[in-house]
Each structure stands twice: as structure tokens, then as C-alpha cells.
């Protein structure tokens, strides 16, 4: 990278991606690793993370996966001292997600535990436990929580999911005013409606089609859209921004109500 791209780059940087067994975090694995970071891949099963890994080994990068059930505490600990053996992470991509879709009166307390527990307590003790890391170290930090435009505006039959995505954008902003004095910096990433191989077939149908309609775009997001941004939220071109929310929809969170 040249000139202004080179603030971008994250060469040498050590890079956690939680939820990287599919879709958005196996994605923004190989992203980073394309930008330079060693990148530390988790999840409940690490054995589920070996292709990833080999994958952006074969495009010579540099990855290693770890275990991690972001929802238990002590999973997230011993994660992270399996991970401190490699190195204090220098951003930190808070990915792990889940959703339930039905209707609220039909969502069960274990649908809505199971949903707040990995979005909104599973991003807040993997943030919180490796921004102690990199205080006990001396070091900054970035931390990327991404979130979603539900967070900020609501859709039918996901209303455990929009409310723990409301949750992480305002813990964004909490560990942002917090952690300012460390040197770490916390930013939240907020996809839109992004084509993925689990909602493909749905985004291509009727339904798929009224839902593109809505948005002033007419376009749904690939997850290559989400590439810079997520870049600038990690590496020092954002290096001013904490607290921020960054969306990535195609206008749909200004769409007209």
C-alpha cells in the first residue's frame, strides 16, 4: 500500500475474529489477513475452523484458531490466555451473532437468553476482557463491534435480535468513553441487509424482492461492501474515531418511514 492506503494496512497487527466459522466473520478473516494481520479465528469449535485457516494459509497469510463460546465467561478467559500465548490482539472484531425469527408473541424466554446472551453479553466480555489484556500490556487497542441497522431501527420477527444489537450500539459508545484514556478506541460496524450464503435464496425471492423495494438503493449488500469500512475501523485510518456507528446499507437506515 501507498501513500494514504498505507494507514489501512494492518501488517504485523494480531487480529480476533469471533463467530469466523461462516458467512460475515470467515469473510472478514481472510480480509484482514489480506491487509497483513495475523489473524487468531474462534469459535465454539475450533476443529470447525481448520479450512479457514488453511484457506488463508494457502493465500499466505497467517491464522490460528482458537475455542471460544463467547456466551461463558471462563470460555472467553482461557480463550484469551490460549490467544496472549501468540500475543495481545491489537483489534479485536466482535462478530459472533444468532437470531430466532418469530413473531414476538410466539419468542420464548430461551429464544430471547439465547440471543442477548451471544450478541449483547457475548460481545461485552470478549471486549472487555481483551481491552484488559491490552491495558495490563500498555498497549492501545481497536475494537470492532459489529452491530446491524436493527439496532437502530426494527423489523418484524426479530425483536430479541434488534434489541440486542440496540444493546451493543450503546455499549460501543460506554467502553468507547471508558477506554479513550487507554489508547483503545471502539467503533460499532452496522450491515444492512448483506447477501450471504444462509439468506440468499430468501433474498432472491418475492419476499427478498419487496424487501430490496424498501431500499433507496434497490440493491442488497455483498459482504465485499463491508470490506473498507471494516479496514478503516481497525487500522489507523480511523484512528480519530471512537464511539462511532458505521452503516453500510445503501441508505436504508434514511429510508422514508
Not at 492506503?5 to 497487527?13: A, T
Not at 419468542?107 to 491490552?134: C, I, P, Y
Not at 458505521?246 to 434514511?254: F, Y
Amino acid at each position: 500500500m501507498t501513500g494514504a492506503l498505507e494507514r489501512f494496512s494492518l501488517q504485523g497487527r494480531l487480529v480476533l475474529v469471533t463467530g469466523a466459522s461462516s458467512g460475515l466473520g470467515m469473510h472478514f478473516a481472510h480480509v484482514l489477513a489480506a491487509a497483513g494481520a495475523r489473524v487468531a479465528v474462534a469459535a465454539r469449535r475450533a476443529d470447525k475452523l481448520q479450512d479457514l485457516v488453511a484457506a488463508i494459509h494457502a493465500e499466505g497469510g497467517e491464522a490460528r484458531a482458537f475455542t471460544m463460546d463467547v456466551t461463558d465467561s471462563s470460555s472467553v478467559r482461557q480463550g484469551m490466555d490460549a490467544l496472549c500465548a501468540w500475543g495481545v490482539p491489537d483489534v479485536v472484531v466482535n462478530n459472533a451473532g444468532v437470531t430466532v425469527t418469530r413473531p414476538a408473541l410466539e419468542q420464548t424466554e430461551a429464544d430471547f437468553d439465547h440471543v442477548l446472551e451471544t450478541n449483547l453479553k457475548g460481545s461485552w466480555l470478549v471486549a472487555t476482557e481483551a481491552a484488559r489484556r491490552m491495558v495490563s500490556a500498555g498497549q492501545g487497542g481497536s475494537i470492532v463491534n459489529v452491530a446491524s441497522i436493527l439496532g437502530e431501527r426494527v423489523a418484524g420477527g426479530v425483536a430479541p435480535y434488534a434489541i440486542s444489537k440496540a444493546g451493543v450500539i450503546q455499549a460501543t459508545k460506554a467502553l468507547a468513553l471508558e477506554l479513550a484514556r487507554h489508547g483503545i478506541r471502539v467503533n460499532a460496524l452496522l450491515p444492512g441487509y448483506v447477501t450471504t450464503d444462509l439468506n440468499r435464496d430468501f433474498l432472491a425471492s418475492p419476499a427478498g424482492d419487496k424487501l430490496r423495494a424498501r431500499i433507496p438503493s434497490r440493491r442488497f449488500g455483498e459482504m465485499a461492501d463491508l470490506d473498507w469500512p471494516l479496514l478503516l475501523l481497525a487500522s489507523d485510518a480511523g484512528a480519530a474515531m471512537s464511539g462511532a456507528t458505521l452503516a453500510v446499507d445503501g441508505a436504508h437506515l434514511v429510508s422514508s418511514l
